[in-house]
C-alpha cells in the first residue's frame, strides 16, 4: 500500500519539475522573442488595449469600493483612539504599499489573465497556432510575446488608478460622510507616503506581478490540451496559479525588501 | 501517370509509426507523392490522414521512421531548420485554421508579409487575385467567423497558395462546399499544378473528384498506404479498396470508369 503511494508521489513530483522546466524553457523564449526583431509593435497595443482598457472599469470600481470601505473601516477604528485625522495615512499606506498592487493583480488575473489563457488555448484547439507555425511564423513571437509583454506594462498602470480611485473613495467616504475635514485627509496622505520609499517601490511590485500573470497565462494557454476541457483547464489553472504565485511572491517581495 | 519506382518524390514517409494515446495510428506507413504532380490520398475516417499532413509539416514527429520533405529529412531537424522547409509548403487545415483576430485580408496577406519585400499594393493585388480565384469576392474586410465553413476554407486555401510555395497540402478541400465550388476548388487545384508545377498532396472523401484530378492515389489503411494510379486502384481487388470504393461509389465514378475502359491498368498496386 505505501510503495505505490511513494510511486504517486515520485510520479507527481517528476511533472512538477518537468512543467517547472518547461515554465522556464517557455519564459525564456518569450523574453528572446521580445527582445529581438521583428519588434511586433502594432500587436503589442491592441494587446494593451485588450488587457488594458477593456479592465480600465472593473479596476476603477473596485479601487473606488475598496477605497470607500478602508475609508470607513479606518474611521471607526482610529476615532476610538482620538487619531481619526490620520485616516488618510491609513488608508493611503495600505492602498501603495500592499492593497493596491495585490488587488489589482488578483483582478487583472480575473479579467485579463483567464482571457489571455482562454483565447491561446482556443487557438491551440482550432489549429491557429499550427498554421501560424506552417506559415513559417513562431507562435509565440506572433501572438505569445506581445501578450505577455502587454500584461506587465499594464499591471503598474492599473494599479496607480485603482490606487487613485481608492483614494477618491476613502476621501468620499472620511471627508463627505463621516465628516472629517479636506484638508486634514490630504495633509495626512502627503506626510505618510514618499515617492521614492513607498510609491516606486509599489509599481516594482506591480511589474512582477505584472510578469507572473503575463508568463503564467501565456504559458498555461500555450500548453493546453487541444479540446474543449483543455481550453477550460487552462483558464481555471491560470486564475488558481496566478492568484496564489503573486500572494506568495507578495510576501517573499515584502519579507525580502520590506516593500 | 506516375508510379514508376525510383521517382522524384518531393514528399516521402519511409516505415512511419505513430501512437496516440494507446492508438496505434500509423504501422509502417510508406508511400511518396512525385514532383509536380497531384497525389490524393484517400481512406475511412480516422485512418490517418490528417496525421499524414502534420507529419509532413513537422507539426508532429512520428515515433520511428523517415519523414522527407524537398529531400530532407525533417524528423529530426530542430525547429529553426523547420521553418526555413516550411517555406517551401502550403498547407490548408481542415479547419482553416485561419486567425479569427484578423480580417480575411489581413489572414491571406500575412505570409507575404511576414515573408516577402512586396510592397503593400502588391501585397492588395496578389491577396485580391488569389481570392478571386477561389470564387471569393467582397469578403476582404470580413473576419473568419462572420463566413460560412466553405467560404472559411477557400480563405484558407488562398492563404496557403498565396507564396505560390513549390509543395501544398490540402486538407479535405471539398468538405462543406457545394458542387459548382467543388468544381471550382478542383480546377484551381488542378490549374495550380499545371500552371506552376506545384507538387500537390490533397486528403479527401470526395472520390469523384480524387479520381478526376489525382495523378496518383494512396489508400491508406489499417495505418499503412496503397498506391497507384486511379486506374490501378478502381482495378484492384483488394477487399479493402473494393469496399471503400463501394460505398463511396456514385455516378461521377462509373463515368469515370466508363471513360477509361476496362482493366487490366499496366502496373498494379504498390
Known amino acids: ?259 | 501517370m506516375s508510379t514508376e519506382p525510383g521517382q522524384d518524390f518531393r514528399v516521402a514517409l519511409d516505415g512511419v509509426y505513430l501512437k496516440r494515446g494507446d492508438r496505434q495510428v500509423l504501422r509502417g506507413l510508406s508511400c511518396g507523392f512525385p514532383r509536380g504532380r497531384i497525389s490524393i490520398v484517400l481512406g475511412g475516417s480516422g485512418c490517418g490522414k490528417s496525421t499524414l499532413m502534420r507529419l509532413v509539416g513537422g507539426l508532429t514527429r512520428p515515433d520511428r521512421g523517415i519523414v522527407r520533405v524537398a529531400g530532407e529529412d525533417i524528423t529530426r531537424m530542430s525547429n529553426r531548420a523547420l521553418f526555413r522547409i516550411r517555406e517551401r509548403i502550403g498547407m490548408l487545415f481542415q479547419g482553416g485554421a485561419l486567425l479569427d483576430s484578423m480580417t480575411v485580408f489581413d489572414n491571406v496577406a500575412l505570409p507575404l508579409r511576414e515573408h516577402s519585400k512586396l510592397s503593400e499594393t502588391e501585397i492588395r493585388a496578389a491577396v485580391s487575385s488569389r481570392l478571386d480565384s477561389v470564387g471569393l469576392e467582397q469578403v476582404e474586410g470580413l473576419y473568419p467567423r462572420e463566413l460560412s465553413g466553405g467560404m472559411n476554407r477557400r480563405v484558407a486555401l488562398a492563404r496557403a497558395i498565396v507564396t505560390d510555395p513549390e509543395i501544398v497540402m490540402v486538407d479535405e478541400p471539398f468538405s462543406g462546399l457545394d458542387p459548382v465550388n467543388v468544381r471550382r476548388i478542383e480546377a484551381l487545384l488542378v490549374e495550380l499544378n499545371r500552371r506552376l508545377g506545384i507538387t500537390l498532396v490533397v486528403t479527401s472523401h470526395h472520390l469523384a473528384s480524387s479520381l478526376r484530378m489525382a495523378d496518383r492515389i494512396v489508400f491508406m489503411v489499417d495505418g499503412r498506404a496503397i498506391s497507384g494510379t486511379p486506374e490501378t486502384l478502381l482495378a484492384s481487388d483488394d477487399r479493402r479498396i473494393v469496399e471503400f470504393l463501394e460505398a463511396e461509389k456514385d455516378q461521377s465514378t462509373e463515368q469515370f470508369t466508363a471513360r477509361i475502359g476496362a482493366f487490366p491498368a499496366s502496373g498494379g498496386m504498390e
Not at chain 1, 483612539?81 to 499606506?93: D, I, K, P, R, Y
Not at chain 1, 496566478?242 to 506568495?248: E, K, Q, T, W
Open chain 1, 1 to 259: 500500500m505505501r510503495l505505490p503511494a511513494i510511486e504517486r508521489l515520485g510520479f507527481k513530483s517528476q511533472l512538477f519539475v518537468d512543467s517547472l522546466g518547461g515554465f522556464a524553457i517557455f519564459t525564456l523564449n518569450v523574453v528572446r522573442c521580445a527582445a529581438l526583431p521583428p519588434f511586433r509593435f502594432r500587436r503589442f497595443v491592441d494587446e494593451v488595449f485588450d488587457a488594458g482598457v477593456l479592465s480600465l472599469s472593473i479596476v476603477c470600481l473596485s479601487g473606488f469600493a475598496v477605497g470607500a470601505v478602508l475609508g470607513l473601516q479606518g474611521y471607526d477604528t482610529l476615532v476610538r483612539f482620538g487619531a481619526e485625522a490620520n485616516v488618510g495615512a491609513v488608508v493611503g499606506l495600505s492602498l501603495v504599499k500592499e492593497l493596491g498592487p495585490v488587488l489589482t493583480a488578483l483582478l487583472v488575473i480575473g479579467r485579463a489573465g483567464s482571457a489571455t489563457a482562454a483565447q491561446i488555448a482556443t487557438m491551440v484547439t482550432t489549429e491557429q497556432l499550427d498554421g501560424l507555425r506552417m506559415m513559417s511564423i513562431d507562435p509565440v513571437d506572433f501572438v505569445v510575446g506581445p501578450k505577455a509583454l502587454a500584461l506587465l506594462v499594464v499591471m503598474p498602470l492599473l494599479t496607480a488608478l485603482f490606487i487613485i480611485f481608492a483614494l477618491a473613495g476613502g476621501y468620499l467616504v472620511g471627508v463627505m460622510l463621516l465628516g472629517l475635514h479636506g484638508g486634514t485627509y490630504f495633509a495626512s496622505l502627503e506626510s505618510a507616503i514618499t515617492f521614492a520609499d513607498d510609491i516606486v517601490p509599489s509599481l516594482s511590485k506591480t511589474l512582477v506581478f505584472g510578469a507572473l500573470v503575463g508568463f503564467i497565462a501565456t504559458f498555461r494557454g500555450y500548453t493546453s490540451e487541444p479540446t474543449s476541457s483543455g481550453v477550460s483547464a487552462a483558464t481555471t489553472g491560470t486564475v488558481v496559479t496566478a492568484s496564489v504565485c503573486v500572494l506568495l511572491f507578495d510576501y517573499v517581495i515584502t519579507a525580502l525588501w520590506g516593500i
